[in-house]
């Protein structure tokens, strides 16, 4: 028996529209749905793993997910959401975007279970390549008016010349015709009944829902859409964005130190959020620690679970762990031993939003003493003064341990035969990096 997937997406505040019937079709039975993934890259960031949830939360409410890789919609460029037009991409890029996007989805959907509604990918390309313009134009683009096509806001919006939107050509134009027919086809092929994706998609996806009836005449069929809201930061910002830029599900494009952080790092209003549309943790698991953080926010226990979730969810446990240590050692009491187990990388990582200076080898062979590390040579401090008081007030550490103004920092003081940390008590730290 299936689950009812819409009541449990409800709750999760992931749906923005339904339309009429979608529920009831889906508590009938099995029911077949998909969703689109253009290959805009060859990788896959956490604005995605929204719809790839949604295909998730349908595989185990029973239902069958198709995830659709768009390597003939890729060729022209979804105008939803954007002001001008975007570049086409060459057939070789293409074609390395859609194997990437491939093995994303294919980390977090069993394509060969075995299981009666075991996840299907499928490229749009397979059944468009050999598709004529004129076969296209008589049997789909005679099915849909110019009338109805120019009603969709993702159009009025460039043709009327909002947000400094400069037209759209007929090659966008088509876009939702080429999507309306990937359902029909996954209508005809695998009874697709549901398409789902981002509220920005509505337009597309509706037309697809009257495409495949208007392509099958004299028949009772159905076709539905659900979308769900595009996720937003409280502060207004844009989500999925940091000063590095994207904040990407692939480990050599954004590190895994790197994105559990992000998640760390959500505010309390967004981890309230987040912490239901990001895990499946059940709600009344996710009540009580809403509850629990809202009498001690400051442990911040709300965003450490999420960060936990989201992070094995998306690379593995044992990723979690080492991204947690790696979070934890600059105020590890055990720092000179943790720090011993973690590589370059994860160290570059670690020290990457700290004040940090860069030193040659040779410059360093002979030593440094404590005011020219703390300032003369660094500028972590404003002045030698300044320097000179924190040295005798014991405030300075080196790699965690307090050091007087007579100390001189040598290769012995290298982490990894390349860095030392510096801290002024428990709120300033500071990197030297040996190069």
């Known amino acids: 028996m299936v689950k009812n997937l819409v009541e449990e ?22 029911t077949t749905l998909y969703v689109g993934f253009d290959p805009t890259s060859d990788s896959l960031h956490i604005g995605s793993l929204v719809p790839i949830i949604l295909l998730v939360h349908a595989f185990n409410a029973g239902h069958k997910p198709i995830a659709l890789v768009g390597g003939a919609t890729g060729m022209i460029g979804d105008p939803s959401g954007k002001s001008d037009e975007r570049n086409l991409l060459d057939e070789e890029t293409l074609e390395k975007n859609v194997e990437g996007i491939k093995g994303v989805l294919s980390r977090f959907l069993d394509f060969n279970s075995g299981v009666e509604n075991a996840p299907v990918l499928v490229n749009n390309y397979d059944w468009m390549k050999d598709f004529t313009f004129i076969d296209f134009a008589r049997d789909v683009g005679k099915r849909i008016t110019v009338n109805y096509m120019m009603a969709k806001d993702s159009v009025k ?17 088509t876009y939702q015709l080429i999507q309306g027919y990937d359902f029909y086809y996954l ?33 009772e069929t159905k076709a539905y859409a659900m979308t769900c809201p595009l996720i937003t930061k409280a502060d207004g910002s844009k989500f999925g964005k940091t000063e590095g830029g994207n904040v990407w599900l ?13 998640w760390l790092r959500a505010s309390d209003e967004d981890a309230e959020k987040y912490i239901k549309i990001f895990t499946f943790l059940p709600k009344e698991e996710i009540d009580s620690l809403i509850e629990e953080h809202q009498q001690n926010p400051g442990l911040k226990e709300l965003q450490k679970r999420l960060a936990e979730e989201v992070t094995t969810f998306v690379h593995s446990h044992e990723a979690f762990e080492e991204a947690k240590l790696t979070s934890e050692i600059l105020y590890s009491r055990s720092f000179a031993e943790d720090v011993k187990k973690l590589k370059n990388e994860a160290l570059k990582d670690l020290f990457s939003d700290l004040p940090q200076f860069i030193i040659s080898r ?71 990096e040996v190069n």
Not at 416 to 424: G, H, P, Q, T
């Open 250 to 262: 692939d480990a050599d494009k954004t590190s895994v130190y790197k994105f559990y952080q992000f």
């Open 187 to 219: 209508h005809k092929l695998y009874n697709c009944t549901l398409q789902m994706g981002g509220s920005d998609q509505w337009g597309n996806i509706t037309t697809g829902t009257e495409l495949v009836r208007r392509m099958n005449p004299g028949e």
């Open 9 to 30: 997406l409800r709750w999760r505040g992931m749906v923005h529209d339904i339309m009429p019937g979608t529920e009831e079709e889906l508590q009938k039975g099995m």
């Open 157 to 173: 919006k460039r043709l009327s010349g909002e947000e400094g939107s400069v037209g759209m050509s007929f090659t966008e134009f």
């Open 362 to 432: 040779s410059e360093f062979s002979e030593g440094m003493d404590m005011i020219a590390a703390l300032s003369a040579k660094t500028g972590f401090l404003p002045s030698n003064g300044e320097a000179r008081r924190a040295l005798k007030e014991q405030s300075i550490a080196v790699n965690k341990v307090k050091v007087s103004e007579d100390y001189m920092l040598n290769d012995k003081d290298l982490i990894n035969d390349r860095y030392i940390v510096l801290d002024r008590g428990k709120k300033k730290t500071f990197i030297i």
